[in-house]
């Protein structure tokens, strides 16, 4: 649908711009506030986007870049392959969370909506939610030794879950049936479902305030200015080619081999290109990406290394291509396991970082820590009812060529909050042991790499079966001009029957647990930036002061 020509002006157009992000963040507040789930109430682990009538993102909210520089492209999947825009009626509602339709992994459920006035599509609102436990193999659908996504969990082709207002139950005591957690994933849908009805109802203010050609050209022209601040950022970078290699651990299968992520970027004029031909073939483990969530890395890299604030939509990937080979890991057939593909999701942005270093050097940050640190515990009561324990951590960011990296922080890409101890505790048969910065994990530098966290709970239920989706254990955070690498994480269980310390590889499923285990995760810190030699004593003796080095 062309946008009809026509004067506008530019406050105006900043104000429906304003409006259109704030519909996308309340409907984001609303999953806020009616969410069960610690992953979707605390972690935050969600995201919600206003795309224009054809599909291109127009507003989003203040939540996760891995899902938002995605949701795009499985929309244009699902118009182009599975449901054309021309059977999409008011009162429909599309969902999917296949990863080989456009999706990311199977816990990501994503649903849209379009919003119509007077019988004109004039928007459509959208939807991701990191849904606690879909099935599969491993609480939490995160299981390192699924070999194709059947394990995974359950998967929806994008399909109308809801038609002209009628919603489709049927989908949602299937997907109710698959879960370890009906009550939560149940509830978290709803939300999900209720925050939909927040968005439309804001798209339908908005339009009857400014009517459906000045919005349809407003929205152009939004897409327009930040495709023309993305290329005037690029023709500040210097034309050439630059090239930067990162490496993930390995796919919880092969233990013994690297799996490699290769950037090759080329900045011509006020465009660019990121290739990752060179990247390891698919894996046999689930740290694979598919196209869809290899792009969305690369252009987070993009953004991160770039610096600047310019409004996110779909202009401001208009003036750079991404291209993967298909069967790598950056780029997997089906029917490869992608549960974990955050793994080598990092690393594309490490490596995209690192190449962009070369171009802009003084600019860009030594390696963040590089992974989500995905655990699962299925906890089990002695009546054989069961709970899910399932949280993410963080680490230590890169030493910036201006200042020390920050400690404990969550990367852009992911973006996700800090679960409370105590509310995890009022909630869980859990009871937390340590949570702590880890003295000397950053990455030694002129300026410091940031300090990696240590997080330990003990379980108090009679059994309990742990699982976890790691990585940097081996390959270390990088530092960059001379800067050293931060410290790999570290995973432990001490048995309470015996007390004895084991520790644990990067991503192992089916551990089982007794009452009164306690489970110890520590992150990685990240890379130093700079010549150690040249730190300051100041800073020497402040890191000493505040317990963040012992020397």
């Known amino acids: 649908m062309t946008a009809p020509a026509m004067e506008l002006d530019p406050v105006q157009v900043e104000i429906i711009r304003n409006a259109l992000v704030a519909a996308a963040e309340e409907m984001g507040v609303t999953i806020w506030r009616t969410s069960r789930s610690s992953v979707v109430r605390d972690l935050l682990d969600y995201s919600t986007c206003v795309f224009d009538a054809d599909g291109g993102a127009v507003g989003q909210s203040t939540a996760i870049p891995i899902h938002l520089n995605s949701m795009p492209s499985c929309l244009a999947e699902i ?10 009626e008011d009162g429909d509602i599309i969902i999917t969370n296949d990863p080989y339709a456009g999706g990311q992994h199977l816990s990501d459920i994503q649903t849209f909506k379009p919003v119509f006035h007077e019988g004109r599509r004039i928007a459509i609102a959208g939807i991701l939610v990191h849904h606690l436990d879909v099935g ?37 005591k299937l997907l109710l049936r698959q879960t370890r957690e009906p009550a939560n994933v149940g509830g978290d849908f709803a939300s999900q479902l209720a925050a939909l009805e927040t968005g439309t109802a804001n798209l339908k203010r908005i339009v009857a305030r400014y009517g459906p050609d000045l919005l349809a050209a407003a929205m152009a022209r939004i897409q327009d200015q930040s495709e023309a601040a993305m290329r005037a950022m690029i023709r500040d970078v210097p034309d050439g080619t630059y090239s930067f290699e990162d490496f993930v651990d390995d796919d919880g299968i092969d233990r013994d081999t690297r799996l490699r992520v290769a950037v090759t970027l080329t900045v011509d004029g006020d465009g660019m290109s990121i290739d990752l031909a060179g990247s390891s073939p698919q894996a046999k ?56 593909r955050m793994a080598t999701g990092h690393r594309v942005v490490n490596a995209v970082m690192g190449a962009f270093h070369q171009a802009i050097p003084g600019k860009v940050p030594a390696a963040y820590y590089g992974v989500s640190y995905a655990t699962a515990m299925n906890c089990i009561h002695a009546d054989g009812s069961r709970q899910v324990y399932f949280d993410l951590e963080c680490g230590g960011w890169g030493g910036h060529p201006d200042e020390d990296g920050a400690s404990g922080f969550s990367c852009g890409l992911h973006n996700i909050s800090n679960a409370p101890m105590e509310m995890l505790e009022n909630s869980l048969p859990i009871q937390f042991q340590e949570y702590a910065l880890v003295p000397d994990s950053g990455g030694k530098g002129r300026t410091r790499g940031g300090l990696g966290l240590a997080r330990a709970y003990r379980l108090e239920t009679p059994t309990g079966v742990f699982a976890a989706n790691l990585d940097r254990f081996k390959v270390r955070p990088y530092g960059l001009a001379g800067g050293e690498p931060g410290q790999p994480g570290r995973l432990t269980v001490t048995r309470a029957a015996t007390g004895e310390t084991e520790d644990l590889p990067s991503k192992v499923s089916s551990v089982p647990a007794s009452k009164g285990d306690v489970f110890r995760l520590q992150t990685a810190g990240g890379g130093g930036y700079g010549d150690p030699a040249d730190r300051s004593e100041a800073a020497k003796a402040a890191d000493r002061e505040n317990g963040y080095t012992s020397g």
């Open 285 to 340: 483990g689930p740290v694979n990406c598919t196209y869809a969530m290899a792009y969305s890395a690369a252009m987070c890299g993009v953004l991160m290394s770039l610096g600047t604030e310019i409004p996110a939509n779909a202009g401001c990937y208009r003036p750079a291509k991404v291209t993967a080979p298909e069967g790598t890991v950056v780029n997997c057939r089906y029917p490869a396991p992608v549960a974990n």
């Open 136 to 172: 599969g193999g491993a609480a939490g659908s995160y299981d390192p030794s699924a070999t194709e996504i059947q394990q995974e969990g359950f998967r929806i082709p994008p399909l109308k879950i809801a038609e002209r207002g009628k919603r489709n139950e049927a989908v949602v």
């Open 79 to 88: 118009l182009a392959n599975h449901i054309p825009i021309e059977e999409w």
